[in-house]
């Protein structure tokens, strides 16, 4: 059985704002150094570090080796860089239990990490063609061939953040799916701005157990100590003036009923009972239980439907037999979407029983619309967040799950002693 020992994040903040100075490897070195720190282990007791990020710096190849050096880690320890999307998180987690399963180690250092910010602007290939053509040249006549042959296209660069956010399959952008979730479960305008509202109060409300979550990141002479995206001002008024941002004639989904663009990193220490003992920590809670499942692109919102199902079947675990949930808000519309298909599965040909999460258990702390979503490290925030809320109510049993990019879900359960 996995363990999560210990577990840390910084702030969440949004794209541009306070922790823009940093790359995803420095937000991975901070959490993975807060730590190391705070269980005083010795990081030559870890077996491997393993970090989800789904947009990888150029600079930082395996960038959970860069992190892991970064952070004191001895070369002599592994790491390995995780990705499935929203997900990656969540598969860093995942991944170890494998390890560990396959007698591959028996102590972990996981997490995820995104600087959303720093996602590249990219030029086109005809563009890179140019530049190389233009470096190769050697005589002036050759230099003046090579620049007269660039179009004014080629300096009109591509944003790799939308590129990351459009599924290659479908073409479409996940603000697409989301208004394709809207018609077909019907969900209004207000529905969704009421229920992003009800994710800022939440929040808001639970500002200091969030700020127990979080070392604080030190920028430019300041610490960074609390998520900066929760608005104590939210209500479906102010909401209500806002203009949808993918489909602008009749769309239903707006900025502010969609999850928040920002940066963040998340570490978890995780390792087996023996580990546990060995370093004398105390453990979090255990991991029980997990799954991923594939859905329609078109529709990956739905993604912890199938992955809820599918972990009912290789586990027998199911939402009714839990004390809170965990569900990534992407979209107000996905999320309501995901809560409507659970009441139905058979819509969407799945056998298993219909389930109703009530409000009191969802999302206690608030979720990505109000708290941001930093792609990489949002499947391991909510362990931590999941965890740290069982402490604090003295529940037995949590379930985080999210949609993936791409048309999948993953579905974890987790427990306390």
């Known amino acids: 059985m996995l363990h999560i020992l210990a577990a840390v994040r910084t702030p969440f903040c949004k794209l541009g704002t306070d922790l823009a100075p940093l790359t ?14 705070r269980t005083g282990i010795d990081p030559g007791e870890l077996s491997e570090v393993i970090f989800g990020c789904v947009s990888q710096p150029a600079e930082a190849a395996n960038i959970a080796r860069v992190i892991a050096l970064r952070s004191g880690v001895p070369a002599r320890v592994p790491a390995a860089t995780v990705h499935r999307n929203c997900a990656s998180g969540m598969e860093a987690l995942t991944t170890a239990h494998q390890r560990m399963l396959a007698g591959q180690g028996d102590l972990f250092l996981v997490g995820g990490t995104e600087s959303m910010t720093r996602i590249p602007l990219l030029f086109p290939h005809d563009a890179a063609e140019h530049f190389t053509e233009l470096q190769r040249a050697r005589s002036t006549g050759q230099k003046i061939t090579a620049a007269a042959a660039f179009n004014f296209s080629d300096f009109k660069p591509r944003v790799g953040l939308q590129l990351g956010l459009t599924d290659p399959f479908t073409g479409m952008i996940m603000g697409d799916t989301a208004e394709l979730l809207a018609r077909e479960y019907g969900i209004s ?81 995780v390792g ?21 499942a594939g859905c329609d692109p078109a529709r990956m919102g739905l ?45 969407h040909d799945l056998d298993t029983p219909a389930f109703e999460i009530p409000a009191e258990k969802l999302n206690r702390r608030g979720g990505a619309i109000a708290l941001g979503h930093p792609v990489g490290a949002t499947g391991a925030r909510l362990v931590l967040t999941a965890l740290d809320q069982l402490r604090e109510i003295r529940g037995k049993r949590a379930l985080c799950t999210l949609c993936v990019g791409g048309g999948q879900g993953a579905a974890l359960y987790l427990e306390r002693p």
Request: net charge negative; glycine share 8%.
């Open 24 to 37: 995803a490897d420095d937000l991975g070195r901070h959490v993975c150094s807060a730590l190391l720190t």
């Open 303 to 347: 993604g912890p439907v199938h992955a809820i199902a599918r972990a009912r079947e290789l586990t027998g675990l199911t939402p009714d037999q839990v004390d809170l949930v965990e569900l990534n808000e992407a979209f107000a519309a996905q999320a309501i979407a995901v809560l409507a298909a659970l009441r139905d599965p058979a819509r």
């Open 189 to 269: 305008r207000s529905e969704q701005d009421a229920f992003a509202v009800e994710s800022h109060r939440k929040a808001a409300a639970a500002r200091e157990a969030l700020a127990g979550e979080i070392a604080p990141v030190p920028v430019d002479g300041r610490a960074i100590a609390l998520d900066n995206g929760i608005r104590d001002d939210s209500t479906p008024e102010k909401l209500a003036t806002l203009k949808p941002i993918f489909d602008r004639e009749t769309g239903r989904v707006t900025a502010g009923n969609s999850s928040q663009i920002t940066d963040g990193a998340v570490a978890l220490l």
């Open 272 to 292: 087996s009972e023996s580990a546990a003992g060995r370093l004398g920590l105390e453990p979090l809670g255990t991991l029980a239980g997990y799954a991923y």
